[in-house]
């Protein structure tokens, strides 16, 4: 079943190894399909050169194993969260991405300096807050989903527009209209950390970019006046 | 026509990748016959693995489309104001390089501070102004060719000596007599950004290269009295 | 002899050049068969293209060598006394990673502040002290192995939940309960130090993960109640 | 003429790329041989893929080409002049790389700080003092090499225990026993003057290693108490 689906999801796994995004077998990717209430997970712990698109695991939306031989990734519930409560969402990756982990485990956000950020992230990339003794102790994973969508809400943040997180001491997860597009996101992500970083360093003093740049840049790539890349 | 640009360009937007100085389809890089008046450009958003030298386009200096059915990259107008108006250039290269995007989001020049810089770059390089809120909302890309003249039409510079600028917030344009150089000199700004960032951190109270040392390191290279490299 | 461990041994060897942990022929790995009280160990300064199974040293656990026509890696009294003196341990490897030499030559111990690491060792990553002058003129490789059994003693850490240090002002050894797991652990303990650097540069007041959520992570890949990977 | 070492020079000037020690064509390695007092060198600016080895040039200790259709690398005089005045060396290799100009250009010294130093290079890599102004504008190729000697001899240093050094604000010069070992000599220079950065930032009162320390490891790669490797 949703075999096509199945494949992308591959894809978009093995791309997060390709792009230098994990080691071993850190890290997982998921897809859904929307009108079955369904989604393609990586199994858990399964390195990437072995992985096949017949390995992957479906999912419901209550975190029932719909079909697979193998366990989902141990993440499987972050990811149920974030499909229920972020409903236009397609597709979620999660990477232990150095850089990345260095702001997520300093308890940074990533401010919003250049144009590459703008190009894809609408503004800073938020980071939670830990989660606390209770909500480690029973349901971890569930709880990692509850806090990022809390993180949202309190910052009156929208998905479409800010579509990545670093989870506090823990790591990046990113997202997209499908499980391509999370990949890329999560690529960007760790770009942009690593080129805040030098920037915070070479002026420690930086400001924000300002609104108008910020819109350009994220506008002339997303909704209806975009004009960057090629027409459908 | 213009097939043989269209190949020199092909291959150098290829080498932004080779290099090392993009990822997806960030970057782009553009030749010019100045006989006909006429440049050729990377298509807007084309992942380089899929590029072939046929989807370049070609366009004028007032910025039309002569030949191609892609949309030339949103950065054509930038480069159509260099070509304008730094009239012996014939080749420009944007990228998105992440030490190059560090110097430019701390607004920041790159010091002159060793021979690797010397040899191919005349001097530290500029970092431009931010643009304004106007110049950002009309004609952005417009606007930002005409931001990097001023820079050097200010500091009294020339772009046949000092072949490159950092866009603040944005990132690196290169340029040169030909596309390749202006790939090669996008790759030695990015070189120069990293160790110069370093070296700055070893000695917060380095001195810029003095005028002789400079001039042996360029001239050696440039102009009548070069000696490195092979008689042509 | 050993035939089956000296293939595995030697794949782990080769595994750390894969890896990005050496330059040259520097690093060495050795696995042990504990009921024959034997060790495979790579051969001293052989470089791991030239690298074959057969070139692997049989030697015991008093240091004698038993079979193999090459010198056994000088560090091979090193790897003797971590056998000895850690009894469950199966898998040694030694490198001169970047990261983490950089933290053993500050005389650093990587603190405990990201899940990546908490999923592998279980809190901070020791520094053993220097060794004295008389330690170190006389069987220098035995009383570095010496030097860190009693690091572990002194900071009452057990072998089995602690797999790796830092020697001072030398570099990381690491183990497991087989010779490609004590690899494994030098990559994470690499990466680790990478993503700690900038973090304690992010923010140099960063506190220590919490016990909760070193349990949980630790505790989720490792002992009877795990539920990352497949069951076996 | 003198196709052997023409061959090894050749090798040794690829590895150099391999090593991603240059870009470009930057960099140069040559061999000399001892008895006819001839050196083998890179011609000047030729891509290293595009390089054979019947391109390198043959020169005598006073810098006459004796063989080769292509002009010896505009470095050729600083060869020569180490080759006159460090009489037992046999090979040289001169980078452009990222960490050792960094530290170049910063004017510092690489400091003696851990193992990996220790096993190849005996003590602190000094850093010349810049060139003068008349230095540089007569004979700047020759006075490079000059100034190498002078440094070494005011800091009472053997090229055959130190065989290296930063020249001021442009990178370094590193040698050996052949073409081969300069460049692996030239590549433990710059991981060394990675993992010092590094490590000076995480202590900043960092001591220098102890003579004791220092001669173990160096010792036990070179000499006749030397125990590392396999017997020759």
């Given at each position: 079943?949703?075999?096509?689906?199945?494949?992308q999801?591959y894809?978009?796994n093995?791309?997060?190894s390709q792009?230098?995004?994990?080691?071993?077998?850190?890290?997982?990717?998921?897809g859904?399909?929307?009108?079955?209430?369904?989604?393609?997970?990586?199994p858990?712990?399964?390195?990437?050169?072995?992985?096949?698109?017949?390995?992957?695991?479906?999912?419901?939306?209550?975190?029932?194993?719909?079909?697979g031989?193998?366990?989902?990734?141990?993440?499987t519930?972050?990811h149920?969260?974030?499909?229920?409560?972020f409903?236009?969402?397609?597709?979620?990756a999660?990477t232990?991405?150095?850089w990345?982990?260095?702001?997520?485990?300093?308890g940074?956000?990533?401010?919003?300096?250049?144009?590459?950020?703008?190009?894809?992230?609408?503004?800073?990339i938020?980071?939670?807050?830990g989660?606390?003794?209770t909500?480690?102790n029973?349901?971890?994973?569930?709880?990692?989903?509850?806090?990022?969508?809390?993180t949202?809400?309190?910052?009156?943040?929208?998905p479409?527009?800010m579509?990545?997180?670093?989870?506090?001491?823990h790591?990046?997860?990113t997202?997209?209209?499908?499980?391509?597009e999370?990949?890329?996101n999560?690529?960007?992500?760790?770009?942009?950390?690593?080129?805040?970083?030098?920037?915070?360093i070479?002026?420690?003093?930086v400001?924000?970019?300002?609104?108008?740049?910020l819109?350009?840049?994220?506008?002339?790539?997303h909704?209806?006046?975009a004009?960057?890349?090629q027409?459908?």
């Open positions: 079943m949703l075999e096509k689906l199945k494949q999801v894809e978009a093995m791309q997060l792009l230098g995004l994990v080691n071993f077998t850190w890290g997982n990717v998921s859904i399909d929307r009108e079955q209430g369904l989604f393609v997970i990586k858990s712990g399964v390195p990437y050169e072995q992985l096949k698109p017949a390995d992957l695991v479906v999912v419901d939306l209550k975190e029932n194993v719909i079909e031989k193998l366990r989902p990734s141990s993440d519930p972050t149920a969260v974030l499909y229920r409560q409903p236009g969402i397609r597709g979620i999660h232990h991405s150095p990345a982990v260095s702001f997520a485990a300093a940074r956000p990533i401010p919003i300096l250049n144009t590459t950020h703008a190009d894809t992230f609408y503004g800073e938020p980071v939670s807050r989660l606390t003794a909500e480690i029973d349901d971890y994973e569930e709880n990692t989903g509850k806090v990022i969508v809390d949202f809400n309190k910052q009156h943040l929208s479409f527009e579509k990545g997180i670093l989870v506090n001491q790591g990046p997860f997202w997209g209209m499908d499980a391509k999370a990949v890329y999560a690529k960007v992500l760790e770009v942009v950390a690593e080129t805040d970083y030098h920037t915070m070479l002026n420690p003093t400001k924000s970019m300002s609104p108008n740049l819109n350009k840049h994220y506008l002339r790539k909704g209806e006046n004009y960057y890349g027409k459908n």
